[in-house]
């Protein structure tokens, strides 16, 4: 109880300017004690007002109230410091350079604890009081701590800016209308407040739902993340699994070609030998009778020689030597070389089937697909060389060195026998599969009756027949645009639609195989767009051309 007795004391006696103990304390005419020389510096800055007031209660004296010691307050302040007692504040109190200071506090200024709006000022928690004690301040709008206050004073007319200007949307003090925005339309600032109060709610409501949208767009793409690194795993498994079954198959075919090619070497060598082995007992008994006969043919007893020569001249049967072949030796040269042949066919085959799966991997597109261009610029961004694969074109169909143009003839083209070729149709594809978004450009020439197909379809179309799973446009495995003298008809599922659009001897073709998009283009001077397809692509497309009498056509280089 000493204690807090003790710490009513330095309250009583500390000036509510500076804080500290009372240095030099007057008492003014309302009553409140200060330092002699933080008054004084205060009432100071208010000559110019010619109005003298209490920091505290804010009473107003004139004139300037002349300044007498108070002993009484004196003697007490000097007891205090005797006993060792000390009224300023902790360090933490005192206001920092990022801090709101007090603006009444003289010396080292303490934290703000409010801001007055109506006074324009900040105040730390003792000077603060006569807001709570005062019945006109406790009307006071107090806000936390600002160090803007000056910002809501009017440069003009040195008043709060308590009134808003809907003319020039800016805060006004309500003098201002009177000259500078007279006869503007002026409202109370609070009034204006209330208004941009609600449309700040809805501006609100639409962040906060943007913000949702927002939410659930990063869980979709999460999720798609997860799905991509969930797909990738499951390809890479996939992959190494297939790869690692070639590897064995591979394997277990050279193990065979191995086990066979030494079955018939031991089988050969067998046979080489067992012959061998009769010609050298041939060898053996020929000597043997040539010695004999030798022998006979010395001795000089006639009688003995006509005896024994009956005997002695039958030989043994010679042992058939037929198969002996003098030829160039060439044993197992023919495996080796057929072995190569199915080396380079699978590189052949490795080689066309890898740069599909790169284009197939370069084109994995995880976010929404890109708007479709609206320019030919645009479309060129996407342009791609597209070669005419010959294992598929009809044997009616000349192609060109650099595989780009095709034309039909009536003499039949050497071909060699493959499955992938169409058989009656007058067609080809494209030697690699398209995914992802492209764009390429067709030139046909044609007569009077002649024309093109220009499509594109999947890579499992049927290449035998005259049925309609074979022909371009007649089933929902291909897209055509034909193009003919008499104008635009495009197929799918064996549907025509005619096309109405300028002519031309040029048609581009755009596609976004993940967006579903296939567009078909007059080009000229300027493009046109024909048709436009929007579906869902299931698997990797070919482009194709089909041909009419008389038709050529050309895969364009865009540059």
Request: glycine share 4%.
């Given at each position: 109880?000493?204690?807090?007795?003790?710490?009513?004391?330095?309250?009583?006696?500390?000036?509510?300017?500076?804080?500290?103990?009372?240095?030099?304390?007057?008492?003014?005419?309302?009553?409140?004690s200060?330092?002699?020389?933080?008054?004084?510096?205060?009432?100071?800055?208010?000559?110019?007002?010619?109005i003298?007031?209490?920091?505290?209660?804010?009473q107003?004296?004139?004139?300037?109230?002349?300044?007498k010691?108070?002993?009484?307050?004196?003697?007490?302040?000097?007891?205090?410091?005797?006993?060792?007692l000390?009224?300023?504040?902790a360090?933490?109190?005192?206001?920092?350079?990022?801090?709101?200071?007090?603006?009444?506090?003289?010396?080292?200024?303490?934290?703000?604890?409010?801001?007055?709006?109506?006074?324009?000022?900040?105040?730390?928690?003792?000077?603060?009081?006569?807001?709570?004690?005062?019945?006109?301040?406790?009307?006071?709008?107090?806000?936390?701590?600002?160090?803007?206050?000056?910002?809501?004073?009017?440069?003009?007319?040195?008043?709060?800016?308590?009134?808003?200007?809907?003319?020039?949307?800016?805060?006004?003090?309500?003098l201002?209308?009177?000259?500078e925005?007279?006869?503007?339309?002026?409202?109370?600032?609070?009034?204006?407040?209330?208004?941009?109060?609600?449309?700040?709610?809805?501006?609100?409501?639409?962040?906060?739902?943007?913000i949702?949208?927002?939410?659930?767009?990063?869980?979709?793409?999460?999720q798609?993340?997860?799905?991509?690194?969930?797909?990738?795993?499951?390809?890479?498994?996939?992959?190494?699994?297939?790869?690692?079954?070639?590897?064995?198959?591979?394997?277990?075919?050279?193990?065979?070609?191995?086990?066979?090619?030494?079955?018939?070497?031991?089988?050969?060598?067998?046979?080489?030998?067992?012959?061998?082995?009769?010609?050298?007992?041939?060898?053996?008994?020929?000597?043997?009778?040539?010695?004999?006969?030798?022998?006979?043919?010395?001795?000089?007893?006639?009688?003995?020689?006509?005896?024994n020569?009956?005997?002695?001249?039958?030989?043994?049967?010679?042992?058939d030597?037929?198969?002996?072949?003098?030829?160039?030796?060439?044993?197992?040269?023919?495996?080796?070389?057929?072995?190569?042949?199915?080396?380079?066919?699978?590189?052949?085959?490795?080689?066309?089937?890898?740069?599909?799966?790169?284009?197939?991997?370069?084109?994995?597109?995880?976010?929404?697909?890109?708007?479709?261009?609206?320019?030919?610029?645009?479309?060129?961004?996407?342009?791609?060389?597209?070669?005419?694969?010959?294992?598929?074109?009809?044997?009616?169909?000349?192609?060109?060195?650099?595989?780009?143009?095709?034309?039909?003839?009536?003499?039949?083209?050497?071909?060699?026998?493959?499955?992938?070729?169409?058989?009656?149709?007058?067609?080809?594809?494209?030697?690699?599969?398209?995914?992802?978004?492209?764009?390429?450009?067709?030139?046909?020439?044609?007569?009077?009756?002649?024309?093109?197909h220009?499509?594109?379809?999947?890579k499992?179309?049927?290449?035998?027949?005259?049925?309609?799973?074979?022909?371009?446009?007649?089933?929902?495995?291909?897209?055509?645009?034909?193009?003919?003298?008499?104008?635009?008809?495009?197929?799918?599922?064996?549907?025509?639609?005619?096309?109405?659009?300028?002519?031309s001897?040029?048609?581009?073709?755009?596609l976004?195989?993940?967006?579903?998009?296939?567009?078909?283009?007059?080009?000229?001077?300027?493009?046109?767009?024909?048709?436009?397809?929007?579906?869902?692509?299931?698997?990797?497309?070919?482009?194709?051309?089909?041909?009419?009498?008389?038709?050529?056509?050309?895969?364009?280089?865009?540059?």
């Amino acid at each position: 109880m000493a204690q807090k007795g003790d710490q009513l004391d330095q309250e009583t006696i500390s000036c509510s300017i500076c804080l500290d103990l009372l240095k030099d304390p007057v008492t003014i005419p309302c009553g409140h004690s200060y330092c002699m020389s933080c008054i004084k510096n205060f009432w100071d800055g208010e000559d110019e007002k010619k109005i003298h007031s209490c920091p505290q209660c804010r009473q107003a004296f004139t004139p300037r109230p002349v300044l007498k010691k108070n002993t009484m307050l004196a003697a007490l302040v000097e007891q205090l410091n005797k006993n060792g007692l000390q009224a300023a504040p902790a360090d933490h109190c005192y206001a920092g350079l990022e801090d709101v200071a007090c603006d009444v506090c003289t010396g080292r200024k303490l934290k703000a604890f409010k801001s007055c709006l109506t006074c324009s000022a900040s105040y730390c928690e003792n000077h603060l009081q006569p807001h709570f004690e005062s019945t006109k301040l406790k009307k006071h709008k107090l806000v936390e701590p600002s160090d803007k206050l000056q910002e809501n004073i009017c440069s003009r007319h040195d008043e709060v800016m308590k009134m808003f200007c809907r003319t020039d949307k800016k805060c006004i003090c309500y003098l201002c209308p009177v000259d500078e925005h007279k006869g503007h339309d002026t409202v109370s600032a609070a009034a204006e407040r209330t208004e941009r109060q609600r449309d700040l709610e809805v501006r609100r409501k639409n962040i906060q739902q943007r913000i949702q949208d927002r939410e659930k767009d990063v869980k979709l793409l999460q999720q798609e993340v997860e799905g991509v690194s969930c797909s990738a795993d499951k390809a890479v498994e996939h992959s190494e699994k297939i790869f690692t079954e070639l590897i064995s198959l591979l394997q277990k075919r050279s193990s065979d070609v191995e086990q066979q090619i030494r079955s018939k070497q031991e089988t050969e060598v067998s046979r080489v030998k067992e012959l061998e082995e009769k010609l050298q007992q041939e060898i053996t008994e020929l000597k043997k009778k040539d010695a004999e006969l030798k022998q006979l043919s010395d001795t000089e007893d006639h009688t003995q020689f006509l005896r024994n020569y009956p005997s002695l001249s039958r030989v043994c049967a010679p042992t058939d030597s037929s198969s002996i072949i003098i030829r160039p030796l060439r044993y197992f040269e023919d495996v080796t070389a057929a072995v190569s042949e199915l080396r380079d066919k699978l590189q052949d085959m490795l080689r066309d089937e890898w740069t599909n799966i790169s284009l197939t991997l370069t084109e994995v597109d995880v976010l929404l697909s890109e708007p479709e261009p609206k320019t030919r610029a645009g479309l060129l961004k996407h342009s791609y060389e597209i070669t005419l694969d010959p294992t598929t074109a009809h044997k009616w169909l000349l192609l060109s060195e650099d595989r780009k143009k095709a034309e039909l003839t009536n003499q039949e083209q050497p071909y060699l026998r493959h499955p992938a070729r169409f058989s009656l149709w007058r067609q080809v594809l494209s030697r690699y599969i398209l995914t992802g978004r492209h764009y390429w450009e067709v030139e046909w020439r044609g007569g009077r009756e002649g024309g093109v197909h220009v499509a594109v379809t999947y890579k499992s179309i049927s290449r035998s027949g005259w049925s309609n799973e074979s022909q371009f446009g007649q089933n929902d495995k291909s897209w055509s645009l034909f193009c003919g003298p008499n104008g635009y008809e495009f197929w799918f599922k064996g549907i025509c639609t005619p096309i109405s659009g300028p002519r031309s001897s040029r048609v581009g073709v755009y596609l976004d195989h993940t967006a579903g998009i296939l567009s078909f283009y007059s080009v000229s001077k300027s493009m046109t767009l024909l048709h436009r397809v929007q579906t869902t692509f299931t698997r990797p497309l070919c482009a194709g051309l089909g041909f009419d009498a008389g038709v050529s056509a050309e895969l364009c280089k865009l540059t």
